[in-house]
């Protein structure tokens, strides 16, 4: 039975009323194409006006579609002025809304895609921000499977070893990884920043930290002289280059503890040769530990043996 044209309009109609109220609610007839949209999905005619529509889902906190109009922009209008600005609003809005990792690979597009933008160098300075606020995050439960922080500092830096925030960001990858005992990783920044920015203002407090590092390395390897030679050389040349270290009492009594305990291993070595009957090679060691290490308590003690082998 062939169905008149006025009736398959009403069962079409009625069809329509049977659909899901979220089809009812997204798609609209247009007389000027003569076809049904869904406005959500639309795009605008230009790509300021698809930005400008962004921006109304941004007021409305409804954070997931202002993205998704950001990223059909880009898609679109991909050699427009408004095409790096969309990518770095992508970047903020993930910001706002607590997606710090998703922030930061936003703002890389930006950094890879459009190098020449003006948004290239906020981008930057924003990575290094969320680099900043992570690294000082207390770590929780289950981090784990989470990205590394230092990896988020660390990679800004390559990006733009020498912008402004290059320097401080150095600083505090340092301080991140001596926090979480990698000391080796910890003095390789702070030593990169020294080398790098060696008038920095956080110079003394670098200089310090990568002694601390070395000397905390050598504490876990205690049979590693080289490594504890290493600690005592960076706190001599940081107590000497920085009279006004704020940390020097601390730097001093490190320095004093080294110093005894590289004075003790020389003693031992003497004592060593003595027991064995070897007084000449005994007297070269104590006269060593009182030549390189005089007023710690090692060198009294092998003063004394030294006047008793002597006498």
Not at 132 to 148: A, C, S, V, Y
Not at 244 to 273: M, N, V, W
């Amino acid at each position: 039975m062939r169905i008149p044209a006025a009736g398959r309009f009403g069962l079409f109609c009625l069809f329509l009323c049977f659909q899901p109220a979220v089809a009812g609610a997204y798609w609209e007839w247009t007389p000027q194409t003569r076809r049904w949209i869904n406005p959500k999905y639309e795009v605008k005619e230009t790509a300021e006006a698809q930005y400008e529509w962004a921006e109304t889902f941004v007021s409305a906190r409804d954070y997931a579609t202002a993205i998704q109009k950001l990223r059909k922009l880009i898609e679109i209008y991909p050699a427009s002025d408004w095409a790096p600005r969309a990518q770095y609003r992508i970047g903020e809005i993930y910001e706002r809304d607590g997606g710090l990792d998703k922030a930061f690979e936003a703002y890389q597009k930006v950094v890879d895609n459009y190098p020449g933008s003006d948004r290239t160098t906020a981008a930057i300075s924003r990575q290094f921000a969320i680099g900043r606020i992570m690294t000082r995050q207390r770590p929780g439960r289950l981090t784990f499977w989470k990205r590394d922080p230092s990896e988020l500092l660390g990679s800004a830096v390559a990006a733009a070893p020498y912008a402004a925030e290059a320097e401080q960001a150095l600083f505090e990858l340092g301080d991140y990884l001596f926090r979480r005992r990698r000391f080796q990783e910890s003095v390789a920044h702070f030593d990169r920043l020294l080398g790098e920015y060696p008038e920095s203002v956080l110079a003394p407090a670098a200089e310090f930290r990568a002694a601390l590092a070395t000397y905390r390395q050598a504490e876990k390897q205690k049979n590693n002289d080289g490594l504890l030679l290493d600690a005592y050389g960076r706190f001599t040349a940081c107590l000497d280059k920085y009279p006004d270290l704020r940390e020097r009492p601390e730097a001093e009594r490190y320095h004093r503890d080294i110093q005894s305990r590289l004075a003790e291993k020389i003693l031992e070595a003497g004592r060593y040769y003595e027991r064995n009957g070897n007084r000449k090679a005994a007297a070269i060691y104590y006269r060593r530990v009182g030549a390189e290490y005089p007023g710690t308590p090692a060198a009294v003690q092998a003063s004394e043996w030294l006047k008793k082998m002597e006498g």
